[in-house]
T-cell receptor
Framework: AQTIHQWPVAEIKAVGSPLSLGCTIKGKSSPNLYWYWQATGGTLQQLFYSITVGQVESVVQLNLSASRPKDDQFILSTEKLLLSHSGFYLC???????????FGKGTRLTVV | QEKVQQSPESLIVPEGAMVSLNCSFSDSASQSIWWYQQHPGKGPKALISIFSNGNKKEGRLTVYLNRASLHVSLHIKDSQPSDSAVYLCAVNGNEKITFGAGTKLTIKP
């Protein structure tokens, strides 16, 4: 069975500090990977997607970057956090385009 | 850029009622349309999808798609308190997936 693990579960970080969020997918080879962000009470917004190792496409510019160093790993990061980065970050995967997307449990980020 | 609008924003119905949720999208190109359920503090979970015009039934759920009018609806029969959640409409076009803002559904026992 496929599993998706996100870390950390929650973070409280200072404005201007760096951030790294991670996601690992087990049990599925070469999945499409996605990062989503959801402000409190807001709409789920796609940030990045990746269809293969080393290739990441940006969908929305939020002063964040993403990398896929391994087939089963997706990393979201920034060198300098803004207050506007607060929210709920979700990693997700799918077998292919237009198919069901499976979400992780998310990371709650609070920037103070 | 794809736009997805959902209505109503929130809905409160008694247990056992039929629930109807609406979603409009902006691009008639061939994409799959998905409905997701999201509980507070959790990731969304897919419920049902549709690709072709017409309807599709799975258990208590029925989805209707009309590409000409750029509209899709989800109907939940015999609603239960456990159906209370936010329902998200998603337009899945290749690797870009656009979600609507959601409808918050509350089923009163």
């Amino acid at each position: 069975a496929q599993t998706i693990h996100q870390w950390p579960v929650a973070e409280i970080k200072a404005v201007g500090s760096p951030l790294s969020l991670g996601c690992t997918i087990k049990g599925k080879s070469s999945p499409n990977l996605y990062w989503y962000w959801q402000a409190t009470g807001g709409t789920l917004q796609q940030l990045f997607y990746s269809i293969t190792v080393g290739q990441v496409e940006s969908v929305v510019q939020l002063n964040l970057s993403a990398s896929r160093p391994k087939d089963d790993q997706f990393i979201l990061s920034t060198e300098k956090l803004l207050l506007s980065h607060s929210g709920f970050y979700l990693c997700a995967w799918s077998l292919a385009a237009k198919t069901e997307v499976f979400f992780g449990k998310g990371t709650r980020l609070t920037v103070v | 850029q794809e736009k997805v609008q959902q209505s109503p924003e929130s809905l409160i119905v008694p247990e056992g009622a039929m629930v109807s949720l609406n979603c409009s999208f902006s691009d008639s190109a061939s994409q799959s349309i998905w409905w997701y359920q999201q509980h507070p503090g959790k990731g969304p979970k897919a419920l049902i999808s549709i690709f072709s015009n017409g309807n599709k039934k799975e258990g208590r759920l029925t989805v209707y798609l009309n590409r000409a009018s750029l509209h899709v609806s989800l109907h939940i029969k015999d609603s239960q308190p456990s159906d209370s959640a936010v329902y998200l409409c998603a337009v899945n076009g290749n690797e870009k997936i656009t979600f609507g803002a959601g409808t918050k559904l509350t089923i009163k026992p």
